[in-house]
T-cell receptor, first 114, second 115 residues
Framework: ETGVTQTPRHLVMGMTNKKSLKCEQH?????MYWYKQSAKKPLELMFV???????ENNSVPSRFSPECPNSSHLFLHLHTLQPEDSALYLC?????????????FGPGTRLTVT | AQSVAQPEDQVNVAEGNPLTVKCTYS??????LFWYVQYPNRGLQFLLK??????LVKGSYGFEAEFNKSQTSFHLKKPSALVSDSALYFC?????????????FGKGNQVVVIP
């Protein structure tokens, strides 16, 4: 185990639904990340939080809304998604956002939009 | 902007043979380089990194990687592959500089170790 947990592990939702993904890290890290992993494509960085402040939004559509209430928890709120949003969503954390620190990843949430 | 190229989609190797997974990168300034491994239905696991110092870095599970600045490469190696090494391997690069938040990943290499 990497010390980063994600729930749910699988999610199927319709295009009109609203759902949330949850991530929790037990490592005492100060930076947290959301990534999208699609088949045959590199991981896409979505958001970066440092000490609960959003420091990066990588041109993500507004139907994805992140929330970081404290340094241990990160949420991704989803609404009116499209089928092309189906992917594995990975959460990660690192000691802080210094680029020399490695990231620790959760197991991911497999999202299917119908 | 930084980027990573992993030229091979799949690497097949016989158990006990040396394993090499290739990675080249592009970044402004000094690179911070990482290798991660992903097993089925799991997130990525950190294997090793190069930040500075010795060009040969050793990591988890007997893996090592060599930083070559002139060739902008950071190939992952293991002297003797195990069946359990079969997984998806990702190379990643990030430019030095505290304001750089982006870790750029390659598309990944599927490694298949044949018993």
């Amino acid at each position: 185990e990497t010390g980063v947990t994600q729930t749910p592990r699988h999610l199927v939702m319709g295009m009109t639904n609203k759902k949330s993904l949850k991530c929790e890290q037990h490592l005492g890290h100060n930076a947290m990340y959301w990534y999208k992993q699609s088949a045959k494509k590199p991981l896409e960085l979505m958001f970066v939080y440092s000490l609960e402040e959003r420091v990066e939004n990588n041109s993500v559509p507004s139907r994805f809304s992140p929330e970081c209430p404290n340094s241990s928890h990160l949420f991704l709120h989803l609404h009116t998604l499209q089928p092309e949003d189906s992917a594995l969503y990975l959460c990660a954390s690192s000691r802080d956002r210094d680029p020399s620190y490695e990231q620790y990843f959760g197991p991911g949430t497999r999202l299917t939009v119908t | 902007a930084q980027s990573v190229a992993q030229p091979e989609d799949q690497v097949n190797v016989a158990e006990g043979n040396p394993l090499t997974v290739k990675c080249t990168y592009s970044v402004s300034g000094n690179p911070y380089l990482f290798w991660y491994v992903q097993y089925p239905n799991r997130g990525l696991q950190f294997l090793l990194k190069y930040i500075t110092g010795d060009n040969l870095v050793k990591g988890s599970y007997g893996f090592e990687a060599e930083f070559n600045k002139s060739q902008t490469s950071f190939h992952l190696k293991k002297p003797s592959a195990l069946v359990s090494d079969s997984a998806l391997y990702f190379c990643a690069v990030r430019g030095a500089g505290y304001g750089n938040n982006r870790l750029a990943f390659g598309k990944g290499n599927q490694v298949v170790v044949i018993p």
